[in-house]
């Protein structure tokens, strides 16, 4: 199992149609799962490009 190691969280807001009637809408973090070290760990893409710029 990969350990999570970003804090990013869900956003929400809503879709408004044409009537501007609103539904719930998530928006998700972008995790990718990567390999550093032998360890597979869920990182965010930003962190990601972080972690590849101090390596």
Do not use: W
Request: include cysteine.
């Amino acid at each position: 199992m990969a350990k999570k190691v970003t804090s990013k969280k869900s956003l929400f807001g809503n879709l408004r149609s044409h009537s501007c009637k609103a539904t719930r809408h998530a928006q998700k973090p972008n995790l990718q799962k990567v390999t550093i070290d032998g360890v597979t760990i869920r990182t965010s893409a930003r962190e990601l490009r972080t972690f590849k710029k101090a390596a």
